[in-house]
């Protein structure tokens, strides 16, 4: 097809709102994908992102769509992903395309998230077609929806769609909208490749799978690449489309949208936001934008039983070919023993290296609470970066220290502004602002550090608002603050996995309520344990675990042996996740207590 008949487009829309039963929907009216070949939502492959019910990786699909106009077009979705952690991703699919659908749920109203990527696609420039999605539900209030989208984003809404992607209401007017509003793509295949990578994956038979949208030139099959911020060069095995399935094709033209296969052997060569040239005709510059995804969130793994080790670290190494965001390096804790401190881009990200450790790959381990990376001038005047609170420079050592902050902007109901006021407060957040949006909504600013972001901020942000509440948040830079290592030593040994980076005027508080929660977590043991929290040589809380006086089986009477055993085998269970710190067994719990504090 020529340039003039192609439109690329991504869908914009809060978790839930329905980005992915649309998609299907335009999958099957267009006839790209057969009713009975559909599997729920086609668009969210991989399991644990079914299940959790976000999406996490993007994917794209190409469909042919005959227009009333009589013509053929061809559409490519390009899907984004739906969480803060990968906004730099959708950044990127987003510049690959020249319009995106708003999706916003009838019943409910724009969401901070769903804002933070409609300013995104505003200053890629692309046009912007609202889609009131859910009319179907008694709930639908699309006229207010309306206003308040015009209200917030200052968008026009007199021509928005009303839908329903479930019961298939209005998607015919969607895949007009987008031929009609959405502007085809410039032609300028004259001009030397280039083309915008937005998603790879590592496949095991034929290395990354790199999926691109070429903005100028042309790629062919067998040509030899140049990516221009990895520097790596590969020659082209497999071109083809998604239609949402790979197929081959020979070529691939500006405006286009596919994949490629290389024999590239980890997507860190590949990365979201790199720019393909030829090799024998190189592009003078690369394509705008292109960052390295920094991790900002930090964490110790380690083995339960050290012999896992070696499994872990080829683990990590297997699904680093995947995660070009995933940093990680051997640490070897006095307490913990050897594993890794690990890097993420977020919370959510963290949760699901995790996760994926753990049920692909069947090991058992403890994970510390996540720290982000504070920055120290040393008395030498020299800067540092650290990411593990235990290597912390002692206050003889060190100027000041600088922690990461960001600004969150917070949507909510007008009712629970005080209550999310006094959390904003209470994570030791500067207010900065509040804006009515429409009657009954209402935007909290605050900026605050990200340390206490990375803890249960959304959590209780969500508890304490019902559900209602949505954010999003971005660093704006690094803040000097009093900060000290608050230490905890178990049977007076100092556990560095515990320690932690607290602001001062905190740490007392901090301090007491960490001790009395191990006292709680960590169980009763042969010998009383003295539990302490620590800042400098100085002891500020202490607690003490008593001695246990019976044996458990003792309580069995001698006598019944299946129950004995049954006991046993709940012990070695909640062994499970225990590691033994000197000789007292830690559980994971303890790990994590400091996040969970109040
Ligand atoms: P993520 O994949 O997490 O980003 O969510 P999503 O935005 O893709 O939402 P999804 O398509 O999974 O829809 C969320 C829920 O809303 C599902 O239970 C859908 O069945 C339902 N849903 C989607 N569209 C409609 C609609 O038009 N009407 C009604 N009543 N329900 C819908």
Do not use: W
Request: aromatic share 6%; hydrophobic share 40%.
């Amino acid at each position: 097809v020529p340039v003039s008949r192609i439109r690329n487009f991504s869908i914009i829309a809060h978790i839930d709102h329905g980005k992915s039963t649309l998609a299907d929907r335009l999958l099957q009216v267009t006839g790209t994908v057969q009713a009975r070949e559909m599997k729920e939502q086609f668009l969210d492959s991989m399991d644990l992102e079914r299940e959790r019910g976000i999406t996490i990786k993007l994917q794209a699909a190409r469909m042919n769509y005959k227009a009333q106009d009589g013509e053929e077009y061809v559409l490519n979705l390009i899907d984004t992903p739906g969480h803060v952690d990968f906004s730099y991703e959708v950044s990127r699919s987003l510049a690959a395309c020249e319009g995106a659908l708003l999706v916003v749920d009838a019943s409910q109203g724009v969401e901070a998230q769903t804002l933070a990527n409609v300013y995104l696609a505003i200053e890629n420039d692309l046009e912007i077609i609202p889609v009131l999605n859910k009319i179907d539900l008694p709930g639908a209030e699309p006229e207010r929806v309306k206003d308040e989208i015009e209200e917030i984003v200052g968008l026009d809404c007199s021509g928005a769609i009303h839908a329903s992607a479930k019961a298939g209401i209005g998607v015919d007017e969607i895949l007009e909208s987008i031929v009609h509003l959405v502007p085809p793509p410039e032609d300028t295949t004259d001009k030397p490749l280039r083309a915008l990578i937005f998603d790879s994956y590592y496949d095991v038979y034929r290395g990354v799978i790199v999926y691109f949208r070429v903005m100028d030139g042309t790629v062919k099959t067998g040509d030899r690449i140049h990516l221009m911020a990895s520097g790596k060069e590969f020659d082209i095995d497999e071109l083809g489309v998604l239609s949402p399935t790979q197929v081959q094709v020979g070529e691939l033209h500006a405006g286009e949208v596919g994949y490629i296969a290389a024999s590239i052997k980890a997507v860190e060569d590949a990365r979201v936001g790199d720019t393909i040239t030829l090799a024998k005709a190189e592009a003078a510059d690369p394509l705008p934008g292109y960052v390295e995804a920094k991790p900002m969130v930090f964490c110790g793994m380690f083995p339960i039983d050290a012999d896992q080790f070696p499994d872990l670290r080829d683990a990590l190494e297997r699904l680093k070919l995947n995660d070009a965001a995933l940093n990680y390096e051997p640490e070897t804790s006095s307490a913990m023993g050897f594993g890794f401190r690990c890097g993420f881009l977020g919370l959510l990200h963290m949760e699901i290296v995790q996760e994926r450790l753990e049920r692909e790959y069947n090991l058992n381990l403890i994970i510390t609470a996540p720290s982000v990376v504070y920055r120290v001038t040393t008395n030498t005047g020299e800067v540092i970066t650290i990411d593990n609170p235990s290597t912390l420079p002692e206050p003889n050592h060190r100027e000041k220290i600088e922690e990461p902050s960001v600004q969150v902007d917070m949507i909510t109901p007008e009712e629970f502004v005080g209550t999310l006021m006094e959390l904003g407060q209470d994570r030791r957040g500067e207010f900065k602002d509040m804006k009515y949006l429409t009657p009954g909504r209402t935007t909290l600013i605050y900026q605050l550090p990200l340390a206490e972001v990375v803890t249960d901020f959304f959590d209780q942000m969500k508890s304490r608002s019902r559900g209602y509440a949505s954010m999003e948040y971005q660093l704006i830079g690094y803040r000097e603050n009093h900060l000290v290592k608050l230490d905890i030593l178990i049977n007076e040994d100092p556990v560095d996995s515990l320690a932690a980076i607290v602001h001062r005027d905190k740490a007392y508080g901090m301090g007491r309520a960490l001790v009395s929660k191990l006292k709680e977590l960590i169980p009763r043991h042969q010998f009383k344990i003295p539990i302490q929290a620590a800042i400098g040589s100085k002891v500020i809380a202490s607690e003490r675990i008593p001695a246990l006086r019976k044996d458990v089986l003792a309580k069995c009477y001698g006598g019944d042996v299946s129950r004995k055993r049954k006991l046993l085998e709940k012990q070695k269970k909640g062994k499970k996740r225990m590691k033994s710190v000197g000789s007292v067994d830690v559980p994971q719990e303890a790990f994590m207590a400091v996040l969970k504090l109040k």
